[in-house]
C-alpha cells in the first residue's frame, strides 16, 4: 500500500478509468484526468471515495502544455507524486494514408505522443532524485499497432505508439539511475469505446477471431498490469514493453 498520487490521463474511462479503481484500492490518491467527459470523472471519484479512496477530476486536454502543467499543479496540491500513467490516447476513423488531413495527423501525435512525453516530463521533474524527488514510475499505454503498422485502418495511430515506444526505451534509460522506473503497455484489442470514436464500436469483437486466445481483452486485464508495473513489486523492470494482448 502507498499514500502516494498516481496521476492517469483519460482516467474516466476504458483503460484509465479501470486503472483509476485498481490504483486507489492500493492505496494511490488518483487524479482523474479527463478532456470532456466530466460526468464519468465525477462517476470515477465516487466509486473511489464509496471504498473510502481519495482522488480528484482534473479536466487536461493532453494535447495542451497549459491543460497539463495545471493537471500537475492540481497533482501536486493532492499529495507527493509516485506514479503516472500516461493513459489519454485517440484513433481516427479507418482510412488510408494517402487520405489523411495533416490535422488528423497532428492532433494524432499532438495527443498520443507530444502529451505522453509533456506529461513524462512534469513527472521526471517531481519523482527524479537528482531533482530531490523520491523516485516513482511512468506507464506508458502503447499498442499492439506499432507492432502491427494497422495499415488501411490507421497508420497513423499506429506510428504514434510506435514512438511512444522508443521513448519508454530511451527515458527508461535517461532516468534509470534516479529513481524512476519507465514501461509500455502494448494492449491488444480491449473492450472499451475507443473503437466507436474511430466509428466502429464492434471492431475489437469482429477481430477477435485473430486474436490466438480468440477472445478481446478487457479494461482490468490492462489495469491489472498497470498496477504491477506501478508497485514496487516491479522495482527491477524498467525500458521494458509488455505486451497483454492474448497473444496478438
Ligand atoms: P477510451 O475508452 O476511448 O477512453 C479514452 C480516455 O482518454 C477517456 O478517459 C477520455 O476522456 C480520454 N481522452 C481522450 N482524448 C483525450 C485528450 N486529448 N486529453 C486527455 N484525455 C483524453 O480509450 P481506451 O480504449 O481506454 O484507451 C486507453 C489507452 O489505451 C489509449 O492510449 C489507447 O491508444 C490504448 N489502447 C487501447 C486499446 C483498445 O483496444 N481499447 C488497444 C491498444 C491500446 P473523456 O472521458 O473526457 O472523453
Not at 86 to 95: F, H, L, R, T
Not at 205 to 222: C, F, S, W, Y
Request: hydrophobic share 45%; with cysteine; proline share 2%.
Amino acid at each position: 500500500m502507498t499514500d502516494k498520487v498516481v496521476v492517469i490521463t483519460g482516467g474516466s474511462r476504458g483503460i484509465g478509468r479501470a486503472a483509476a479503481l485498481a490504483s486507489a484500492a492500493r492505496g494511490f490518491r488518483v487524479v482523474v484526468g479527463y478532456v470532456s467527459n466530466e460526468a464519468a470523472a465525477k462517476e470515477v471519484v465516487s466509486e473511489i471515495e464509496r471504498k473510502n479512496g481519495k482522488a480528484i477530476a482534473v479536466k487536461c486536454d493532453v494535447g495542451s502544455e497549459a491543460d497539463i502543467l495545471a493537471l500537475f499543479k492540481a497533482a501536486d496540491e493532492f499529495g507527493t507524486l509516485g506514479a503516472l500513467v500516461n493513459n489519454a490516447g485517440i484513433v481516427g476513423p479507418s482510412i488510408r494514408v494517402e487520405d489523411m488531413s495533416a490535422e488528423r495527423i497532428q492532433r494524432m501525435m499532438a495527443v498520443n505522443v507530444t502529451g505522453s512525453i509533456l506529461c513524462a516530463r512534469e513527472a521526471v521533474k517531481r519523482m527524479s532524485t537528482r531533482n530531490g524527488g523520491a523516485g516513482g514510475a511512468i506507464v506508458n499505454l502503447s499498442s499492439v499497432a506499432a507492432k502491427l503498422g494497422s495499415p488501411s485502418t490507421y497508420v497513423d495511430y499506429a506510428a504514434s505508439k510506435g514512438a511512444v515506444d522508443s521513448f519508454t526505451v530511451g527515458l527508461g534509460h535517461e532516468v534509470a539511475g534516479e529513481g524512476i522506473r519507465v514501461v509500455a503497455i502494448r494492449p491488444g484489442l480491449i473492450d472499451t469505446e475507443i473503437h466507436a470514436s474511430g466509428g466502429e464500436p464492434d471492431r475489437a469483437h469482429r477481430l477477435a477471431h485473430m486474436v490466438p486466445m480468440k477472445r478481446v481483452g478487457t479494461a482490468d486485464e490492462i489495469a491489472n498490469a498497470i498496477v504491477w508495473l506501478i508497485s514496487d513489486e516491479a522495482s527491477y523492470v524498467t525500458s521494458a514493453i509488455l505486451d497483454v494482448s492474448g497473444g496478438r
